[in-house]
């Protein structure tokens, strides 16, 4: 059957959920890959599931997945990785019970979002928001996709057109006049993959210490030669010298593979003390002739300062100097709606959408950067970031969310530190190939996520995650 994109407004689709589960499965990465202050080669993936039923006695499943990443939702070095795990995984269970207390009446899926995340996020401090908030947010992701199938439509649709009962004035009195159906643009069917460069990643063969020769491509030259990627996210890690010599070395092999205007994004990662150290590299990278190349392609400048001073003006003297190449934006600083806002005196345009973070929040921070972005008569954007998302619930969900939020570039990096969908059952692969073609490509033996001149086709019409 054929799913619904947007058309008439209905009203918003109000049940109950009846049943919440939590699982978790480990997999282990191809390649070690770095997430701030951590190299990690395997990750544990939470996945959620639910059951929610409508006032017609019909009960619909659901299902999400993200991984548990430790060293970002919390970047304490004094913890220890399997505390970080541990309390995400604290988090995700009382989000289940959250969920379930939130629709013992029922209510449509944003009002119930919002009860569980004042009750389970709100009182949180600055330092825990973004743990809490990822189990409110697993749930959500599950919750989403129920409701997209209960009623047949897609996720766009879904929010153009009332079913999830959105009402951004709810949280935030200056959003009561933004609605989807009046600002959310077409769905994205084409997304350019922004593929992640991380500091740990070899760019060529000759500095493999040990190939892994599996077939997959390993290096960021075999990446391009793969899959024709333009657009890059590039790690940084807060040393001008040290950053600057990494740039200058990435700037030469997008060169010598002939990716002749190359799009890039940096991620900060909290590294940089203050924006002078950022202005410095930028500056100091541009005085090359192969710098100023690469820099002529940069987008934004992401998170470079630890979240909690990201809100401190003396720490962003240098922000016109950055200015001049590109603006900047948050993500581990958006703990809470508003944080753009706060942020917008200091040079801060931007915001990310991550699954991790939530739906809901990712729209609400859509509106905030149409109303900014009108009152102050500059560009605000919101841009998709990855935590690593991996097929298919996890993927798909996050394609699905990315695409009705009208991106176009996005991060991705799971095709590079996992073996395709070699994690997945033959059977599951063959379910994969057959229900969704044009994002996955190969045979049922070895399938991979379809990335062509450096795009992936995400069909719009599709729900939140997979059926199987």
């Not at 944003?110 to 928001?129: C, K, S, T």
């Not at 090359?288 to 003006?313: A, H, I, K, N, S």
């Not at 806002?341 to 921070?365: H, Q, T």
Request: some cysteine; glycine content about 8%.
């Amino acid at each position: 059957m054929a799913r619904r994109t947007a058309g008439a407004v209905s009203a918003a689709l109000r049940f109950r959920l009846v049943d919440a589960a939590l699982d978790s499965v480990q997999l282990t990465a191809r390649l070690p890959f770095r997430f701030g202050q951590v190299t990690v080669t395997e990750l544990r993936q939470l996945q959620s599931r639910v059951t929610i039923r409508l006032a017609d006695g019909r009960e619909v499943a659901g299902r999400g997945a993200e991984f548990a990443v430790p060293k970002w939702f919390r970047k304490d070095p004094t913890r220890s990785v399997e505390q970080d795990v541990a309390e995400l995984v604290a988090s995700a269970e009382a989000a289940r019970g959250g969920w379930l207390a939130a629709t013992e009446d029922p209510r449509s899926a944003f009002d119930a979002w919002h009860a569980v995340y004042r009750e389970l996020v709100g009182p949180q401090e600055f330092a825990d928001v973004l743990v809490a908030g990822a189990g409110v947010a697993l749930f959500e992701r599950a919750v989403l996709d129920a409701v997209c199938r209960a009623t047949d439509r897609s996720l766009h649709a879904a929010w153009i057109d009332g079913t999830l009962g959105f009402d951004a004035g709810v949280v935030d009195p200056e959003l009561a006049d933004w609605r989807p159906a009046e600002r959310l643009g077409p769905a994205s069917e084409r997304i350019a993959v922004r593929h992640t460069i991380g500091m740990a990643d070899a760019l060529r063969a000759g500095q493999l210490a040990s190939p892994v020769g599996d077939g997959w491509p390993e290096t960021l030259e075999e990446d391009v030669r793969r899959y024709g990627f333009t657009w890059f996210k590039i790690k940084v890690g807060g040393d001008v010298a040290s950053d600057r010599e990494r740039l200058l070395d990435i700037a030469a092999t997008l060169r010598a593979e002939r990716v002749e205007r190359p799009r890039i994004t940096l991620d900060g990662n909290e590294s940089y003390a203050d924006l002078d150290g950022v202005a410095e590299l930028l500056e100091t990278t541009a005085a090359r002739p192969l710098g100023r190349w690469l820099l002529d392609g940069l987008v934004y400048v992401e998170q470079p300062l630890p979240r909690w001073e990201t809100f401190d003006p003396a720490r962003h003297a240098a922000r016109k100097r950055v200015a001049s190449f590109a603006p900047l934006a948050l993500d581990e600083a958006d703990v809470r709606h508003g944080s753009l806002r706060a942020a917008w005196p200091f040079g801060y345009r931007g915001v990310s959408a991550k699954s991790c973070k939530g739906a809901f929040r990712a729209m609400l921070n859509r509106a905030l950067c149409d109303v900014l972005a009108e009152r102050e008569g500059e560009t605000a954007f919101v841009c998709g970031e990855d935590l690593t998302t991996v097929p298919r619930t996890a993927l798909e969900g996050d394609l699905a969310l990315h695409s009705a939020l009208g991106i176009t570039h996005l991060e991705r990096n799971g095709h590079h530190y996992f073996a395709g969908l070699d994690h997945l059952s033959g059977e599951e692969r063959a379910v994969a190939l057959a229900e969704r073609p044009e994002l996955y490509a190969g045979t049922a033996d070895r399938l991979a996520v379809r990335i062509e001149s450096g795009l992936v086709r995400v069909d719009p019409a599709y729900p939140a995650g997979p059926s199987s």
